[in-house]
Nanobody
Framework: QVQLVESGGGLVQPGGSLRLSCAAS????????MAWYRQAPGKQREFVAA???????DYQDSVKGRFTIFRDFAANTVYLQMNSLKPEDTGVYYC?????????WGQGTQVTVSS
């Protein structure tokens, strides 16, 4: 079982920045990958970014150049640095971890981009 705890969400003005954190209850060396998804009100959950731990990172087209996913193995934590935020980035952001073909999810953290 893998438990994930997200933090770092909040209210930010357009153009601002936030850094989300996702702390795992296990060593992230044991995971195949970690990713961030988001869900806007009335919409389906969508992929945002993924880190396959040294093999590759991947981003949704709309966040490329603005968001960066990176990890701290010592802290068993994956981060999502979000810059130049737009109102359309608003939503609940969920952390995802994959291990042995199982997917685990955090509880989500709210990000609101509004003036």
């Amino acid at each position: 079982q893998v438990q994930l705890v997200e933090s770092g969400g909040g209210l930010v003005q357009p153009g601002g920045s936030l850094r989300l954190s996702c702390a795992a209850s296990v060593s992230i060396f044991s995971l195949n990958a970690m990713a961030w998804y988001r869900q806007a009100p009335g919409k389906q959950r969508e992929f945002v970014a993924a880190d396959t731990f040294g093999r590759s990172t991947d981003y949704q087209d709309s966040v490329k150049g603005r968001f960066t996913i990176f990890r701290d193995f010592a802290a068993n934590t994956v981060y999502l640095q979000m810059n130049s935020l737009k109102p359309e980035d608003t939503g609940v952001y969920y952390c995802n971890a994959n291990r042995a073909s199982f997917n685990y999810w955090g509880q989500g953290t709210q990000v609101t981009v509004s003036s």
